[in-house]
């Protein structure tokens, strides 16, 4: 019996031999008196310690696959905010980091045009859309120093308002920056202002000295707003110039204007957050993504302003048709701005230029269909037709910002993007080849 049971493990000792390095032949029998090796294991062996490891094994495959989704989500988060800050940006900035007073601390009392730029000064601007630096030169102008001027080229002039003006962008990212390489023979100036109507224009280039270089071309380019800004005598809280029609002819009035306290009134301080739960929602919102999406849940329920009190610097709600489209013949403040278009056509022509002027599409009507005219068709059609009756050339931007692929206009606000001055800069050098420039 005892021989029996040897020889059955010889033979299984047999069938485990394996040859170790040396050439030395290592059987299982062998292995397993001394202890280093396995010998020969039961099913149940096998069986229970399967089941003792498959647990963990588990558990270390389910935090892979978290880490591994963890991971792919906070990649797709950075690239959407690369996104939005390279195709659409939409920075978070606090209120109490805003510039309060208006035109940005670059503006003082004029007792001719109400406001002008304070020369040589230069500030860092904060809107509720961007950061910029604003810089005026020596006579009071966001355009470049006069010694920096070719002499003897010929002059192109711009008149306008705060989108002239860039409101909102860099000195470089104006259109009338822009506009300075493709039209590199001439000398561009750029006479705008913030919150000037057609009026503030007529004035400020009748005060302009072209110190005899020639001027083939003046342009105006004309806002929305413009139609209420020449009809009051007071806007952002300031007296400005006023011309009334008297008996069919316009004469203006109120000169020299008023200084108001609001002048000397200094810089509203904002605080800044208090707690370290406003601080953190402040530095979750610095993320363009959140506070896009923070944004529009706050504004889910919104329902938009009447297109007649929308417009920037209107404080007055804007007389409104209500009845059809305005008959330029019947509509003081329409007669009043193309009243004003003849005068600075006039005194454009008397110094030997030419008057052109440029429409600026609304934002309200370009892209939400509401019209500041109330006669349910875009106030260029009414301005398009004082041109043509006055025989200015006239050019409208609509077209132009509707074929942009890109966002032109600041989510917050009137006034374009950096984008928008590009489109506008190209549209405007089409014209102006059109009129031979």
Known sequence: ????????????????????????????????????????????????????????SRGSGLGVRLALACGATLFALLLAEVAYRWLDPYPYIPEWERNKRPHGNLTQYDAELGWAGVPSKGISFATENARVWKQNNALGFRDVEPGQRRPDAPAIVFLGDSFTWGYEVGQDEMFVSRLRG???????????????????????????????????????????????????????????????????????????????????????????????????????????????????????????????????????????????????????????TEGLLELLRDDVAARGSRLLVAAIPSKAELFEGRFILGDGRPYQLTLEGMCARLGIPYHDLAPDFRAAPRRTYFRDGWHWTAYGHGVAARSLERFLRDQGL
């Open 1 to 56: 019996m005892l021989a029996a049971r040897c020889a059955a493990a010889a033979d299984v000792g047999a069938r485990r031999t394996v040859r170790r390095p040396g050439g030395r032949v290592d059987s299982g029998m062998s292995r397993a008196f001394r202890g280093d090796g396995p010998a020969v294991r039961s099913p149940a062996s096998d069986t229970a310690d399967a089941a003792a490891t498959r647990p963990a």
């Open 182 to 336: 493709p039209l590199g023979d001439y000398e561009l100036f750029n006479l705008s202002h913030g919150g000037y109507g057609t009026d503030q224009s007529l004035l400020t280039w009748r005060r302009w000295d072209a110190d005899d270089r020639e001027v083939p071309a003046v342009v105006l380019v004309f806002c929305s707003n413009d139609i209420a800004d020449n009809f009051h005598a007071k806007r952002y809280q300031k007296p400005k110039p006023h011309f009334e029609l008297v008996d069919g002819e316009l004469h203006q009035s109120d000169e020299p204007l008023p200084r108001v306290r609001r002048w000397d009134a200094p810089d509203f301080e904002g605080a800044g957050p208090e707690g370290w739960g406003e601080r953190i929602g402040e530095w979750l919102l610095r993320s363009h993504l959140v506070h896009d999406m923070y944004t529009r849940w706050q504004r889910r329920d919104a329902r938009p302003l009447p297109a007649a009190t929308e417009e920037p610097g209107v404080e007055t709600t804007m007389p409104a048709a209500t009845n059809g489209a305005e008959d330029p013949a019947a509509s003081p403040r329409l007669q009043i």
